[in-house]
Structures are given as C-alpha cells and as structure tokens.
C-alpha cells in the first residue's frame, strides 16, 4: 500500500475536523457565539490539528525510515558469509538487494540469497505500509474524537493553535538555520583535509592549476597543481565583463521606468524585462555559445578589426551574464528609487529643477545606498554562475586579462571535479570544496558589504 493514501486520509479528516470542531463549538454554545472563549474557525483549527498532526508525524517518521529500517532487517536475515565483511563489500552487497528490489539489472550473476533478500526487503516494505496506514488512521480518528470531547465553552482554542502555530514556525526557522550550519560546516570539513595536503598559501597563491593526479607515481603530472589564482582571475575577469554591461543598462532601465515611462509602458515593460530573471542559464549558456561567441570572433577576429580572438571567450560569456543580471539591477533599483519619497521631487521641482537635473541631483543621491546594495546582490550572482561559463568561456584555467581569451571560473571548475564517481580521498575531489569555501566567503562578504552600505547610508524619511 502506497503512504501516499494515508497522507489523503489525513487532508479527508483535516477537512472533516474542521467542520466538525466549527458545528460543535456552535452547538456548545447554543447558537450565542460570544459566550465561546474562541471564535469556531479556532475550534475547527484546533480540532484540524488533533487529527492531522499525530498521523502526519507517524508517516513522515516512517517514510524518513522505511527503506533504512526494511534493508537492516533483509541483510539481517542473511548468511554470515555475506554479512561478516568489509564496510566496502556490505555496501556493494545494499546496493545489489536495492537494485534487485527496484527490477534493475546490475549486470553480473547475484546469489539467490541475496534474491531473497530482496524479495524479503520488499515485502517488508509493504507490511509496513500498511501497518503504517491502519495506524495512522486509527490515530487521526482517535485524534479527532479527542479533539471534539474537549470542545467547551472554557476551551482555549485560540491560546493552543497560536501555540502549535508558533512551534510549527520556529522549527522551519531552525531548518533553513541548520541548513546553512550544514553547508557551512560541511565545506569546512572537507577543505581542511584538501589542506592537509595542500599548503592554504600555495592554493591561495599559486598560478597554476592543474588538478590532475596521476595513479602512478611515475606518469606525467603525477604531484599536480593546485594553484588558484587563474580561477580567481577568470572569474573576477568575467564578473566585471557583466556588471559593466548589467549595471548601466540596468540602472538606466530603472529610472526610465521609475521616472519617465508612463503608467501603461511601465505595466508592459517591467514584467517582460523580468522575464530575463526566470530563463534557465542553459538557455542563456545556448545562446552565448551558438550565437554571442560566433558575434565576438566576427566583430573583434579576422574578419573584424584583426584581433587574435579565441573560439571560447571571455567577453561572449560575460556579455550574455551581464544580460541575465540586468533585470536584478533593474528591479531592486526601480523598487529604491520608488521608495524615495515625492517630497523630494516636488521640493526639487519647487526650487526650480528639471526632471533631469531632480533626478541626478536628489533622487539617485536618495536611492544610492539601496542602488549600491542592488549592484553587490548582483555581483554576487554573477560570481556564482556555472552554465554560461562552462558553455561559452570554456575549461581553460588561464591567468589572463585579456577577455578575447578562453578562461574559466571556480564554479566551473567546481562542477568538472564534482562530475561523476569519485574518490574523497584524493585532493584532486577534496581541491572543489576549498574552492567552495572560498565563493562562500567573498558571497558572504559581499552580502555584508551590501548590508552595511544600505544600514550606514539609508536615508530615513517620515
């Protein structure tokens, strides 16, 4: 039986709950609903959780162990041939009930053992689905009984659901809270033991990067480099590419918007310009490498103004970034500049002032921090991006300023070394969290600048 149908057992008696607590809490009453303590939504909310919440915690206990808990008990009931072995050859041997489980073929003569295994893995599944069901529903009903026996003129309904409420509140704080501890301490972790092996001061420092090591000691690049700074100079090169592109289209794009464009074009363009922000980046990455990149060796090659230019650059990878940031810079600086208030303006227009020069003169001054604010979030953005660079600037780690050049970022390098099966043990793998560690650092900090230049600078007005 599928734990989906008790999670619609438990929506049918939520509903049904919540009526139910409604029409009792009426009758309670005898139709004078002010000598309840609480409103009836509130009894019905109150008898709506009773019934839900037991059952809903059951099965998500249950689906978070289920697999865990049926696999323990198929390998449990084999040979000790097959159990008594190395962490290495037991995971093999999970995998293989797993995958027989599922109907997959792994591809090699597995031991009718370890068939049964998996049947018994199945089976276990399913008695257990369906004990989960019966119990669920049995604790919903009696959840739902208990809840309708305690409805009283002196029942607090509205005291306990803000109670449940408030709980169930601060637990999703506390899992975006321990999600972010995780990554960060994960990252942590396994870039300390990536500098175990690398000293911090040649990864931060060191201009080569060639993070391939050898499975001999004898082959060509066998010791490896693990020198940064060409990812840090391609990423810094082609983050700037696209804030000069974002930030003056983007921002003139606001003040058009905020200031000159009437009621009607402001209702049209702002959501088609924000139509940039939801395009996949693969798209973008598409059009940078089939369409920008050929446009740039045109322009700037042979055919152009003669320049040496390669197949993947910079600059195509930066441009088609720079076009994916603009609605960022666009909207939150529309939104500041929007936030200035038409005091200002009339004051300004009062003693004199053109539109233009009230614009230069008081309403950018005005908006600046915010403005400010807007261009970090973006450089932030771009610094993170893979696709774009991946399709259009290439994996080449050159340390170059030249943007005709093909260069890579520390994303890309970052989804190269992370792509497929591979072994944590080696710095090679464990070189991509210390790249991690450090974009999570320059974002944070940049997130922090941003913060800070909005708090000093934010003009309050009343």
């Known amino acids: 039986m599928n734990p989906s149908y008790l999670l619609w057992v438990i929506l049918i008696l939520t509903i049904i709950g919540y009526f139910l607590g409604q029409n009792r809490a009426a009758r309670v009453a005898d139709g004078r609903l002010h000598r309840l303590h609480s409103v009836p939504s509130y009894h019905g909310i109150y008898v709506l959780l009773w019934a839900a919440l037991p059952a809903f915690l059951l099965l998500a206990l249950w689906v978070a162990m289920e697999s865990w808990l049926a696999l323990e008990l198929a390998i449990a009931q084999l040979p000790d041939r097959f159990t008594n ?74 005291n306990q659901v803000e109670s449940v409420l408030n709980v169930l509140l601060i637990l999703c704080s506390l899992v975006a809270i321990l999600t972010t501890v995780g990554i960060v301490l994960s990252l942590l972790f396994e870039a300390m033991r990536f500098f175990t092996w690398v000293p911090p001061a040649e990864f931060l420092f060191g201009l080569q990067w060639s993070p391939q090591i050898a499975l001999r000691a004898d082959q060509v690049g066998s010791s490896g480099a693990f020198g940064a700074v060409p990812l840090f100079t391609g990423t810094l090169l082609i983050t700037a590419i696209a804030m000069v592109v974002a930030v003056p289209i983007g921002l003139m794009s606001a003040i058009y918007m905020s200031e000159y464009a009437p009621v009607a074009v ?22 940078a490498a089939l369409t920008m990149a050929p446009f740039v060796r045109e322009t700037f090659g042979a055919n152009g103004l003669g320049l040496d230019v390669a197949s993947e650059s910079a600059l195509a990878a930066g441009i088609v970034m720079g076009i994916m940031i603009i609605p960022f810079v666009s909207s939150l600086s529309d939104d500041v500049i929007n936030a200035v208030p038409q005091s200002l303006r009339d004051g300004a227009y009062g003693l004199g002032a053109t539109k233009s020069e ?69 710095p090679k793998t464990l070189s991509a969290f210390g790249l991690g560690l450090v974009l999570f650092i320059v974002t944070l900090a940049l997130n922090m600048i941003a913060l800070r230049v909005v708090q000093k600078y934010r003009e309050k007005y009343d």
Do not use: C, W
């Open 266 to 287: 402001r209702s049209a363009a702002k959501p088609v310009l924000e139509v940039l922000a939801g395009v996949p980046t693969v798209v973008y990455g598409f059009f």
């Open 85 to 158: 072995v190395d962490a290495r050859a037991l995971s093999l041997l999970q995998a293989d009930v797993l995958n027989i489980a599922a109907g997959i073929n792994t591809g090699r003569e597995t031991a009718p053992e370890v068939k049964e295994a998996a049947e018994a893995y199945n089976n276990l599944r399913s008695m257990g689905d369906t004990a989960i069901f019966f119990v669920g529903l049995l604790m919903g009903l009696a959840g739902l009984r208990f809840a309708l026996n305690r409805i009283s003129l002196e029942l607090r309904a509205r």
């Open 358 to 426: 009230t614009i230069r003169q008081v309403i950018l001054p005005a908006a600046l921090p915010g403005i400010v604010g807007a261009v970090m979030l973006a450089i932030s953005r771009a610094i993170g991006e893979t696709m774009i660079v991946t399709m259009a600037a290439g994996l080449a780690a050159n340390l170059t300023a030249n943007p005709f050049e093909a260069v890579t970022t520390v994303t890309v390098q970052i989804a190269t070394l992370l792509v497929g099966d591979q072994e944590f043990d080696s």
